[in-house]
């Protein structure tokens, strides 16, 4: 295959992501170096890439597909609030495959596993936002209290 600039510029985008970015945010970044670049070209280098096996290509049930520059297999974890999508770095169940072909008519030849939850940061930020709304409840709570206090001392 021959050499492409903006395969490799796509290539060197990618690899320089830990969080399995979209091709529409590749896009946007390559465009702030190559402004010549469009997005068709991102699209297609993206797809060339991923069937020579040089980036894997994640396609989850809802959501935009992203790319992972990890090729070997691995799991992942994809947070429900904010989307972002990390690494598992657990060791892979080779035997789920072999498992797996008991309860299915053909030949198993790998499998994806993706977690579901809430990433710390989300957590975080929902556990700051509730703290908030606490403080402001007691807050409401205790105005309340003070402005009855003050009206019984003023009908005394």
Request: with cysteine.
């Amino acid at each position: 295959m021959n050499y492409s600039r903006q395969r490799a510029e796509v290539l060197d985008q990618i690899r320089e992501h830990k969080d399995h970015p979209t091709a529409d945010t590749i896009f946007a970044e390559l465009r702030t170096k190559d402004p010549s670049i469009s997005l068709a070209t991102v699209y297609r280098n993206l797809k060339l890439l991923s069937e020579l096996g040089e980036i894997r290509r994640l396609t989850f049930v809802s959501g935009a597909d992203r790319f992972d520059p990890t090729v070997q297999t691995h799991y992942h974890f994809v947070c429900e609030r904010c989307g972002r999508v990390y690494d598992v770095p657990m060791k892979v169940a080779e035997a789920l495959d072999s498992d797996a072909e008991q309860y299915i008519r053909g030949t198993v030849t790998g499998h994806d596993l993706v977690f579901r939850g809430i990433c710390d940061e989300c957590r975080a930020l929902e556990g700051a936002k509730l703290a908030t709304e606490t403080e402001v409840k007691e807050h409401t709570v205790k105005t309340v209290i003070l402005l009855e206090q003050v009206s019984i001392q003023g009908r005394h």
